[in-house]
Nanobody, 116 residues
């Protein structure tokens, strides 16, 4: 089994910054891709950012230029630096990892609320 522990969510004013972290632990050989998704009330879950094992990244159009995803392979941890936050960024943010053996796991979610 694999556990994902997320941290870093909270309440911030528009224009502010937050940094999310997600640490993976458990029985696995290696992690392929790591990603962040988000889901706002009444909306579908959407991709925020993804990073491959080689460090290649891609972002949702709505966060390009404001958010940065990174990972520490030694710590099996993925980060999401969120700058210039907007009220429309308010959502529950979920970490996702895709293992080399194709198993996929989700974190429990962390709330991000941006006030105007």
């Amino acid at each position: 089994q694999v556990q994902l522990v997320e941290s870093g969510g909270g309440l911030v004013q528009a224009g502010g910054s937050l940094r999310l972290s997600c640490a993976a632990s458990g029985r696995f050989f290696s992690i392929n891709a790591m990603a962040w998704y988000r889901q706002a009330p009444g909306k579908q879950r959407e991709l925020v950012a993804r990073i491959s094992s080689a460090g290649y990244t891609n972002y949702g159009d709505h966060v390009k230029g404001r958010f940065t995803i990174s990972r520490d392979n030694a710590k099996n941890t993925v980060y999401l630096q969120m700058n210039s936050l907007k009220p429309e960024d308010t959502a529950v943010y979920y970490c996702n990892v895709l293992l080399a053996d194709t198993r996929s796991y989700w974190g429990q979610g962390t709330q991000v609320t941006v006030s105007s």
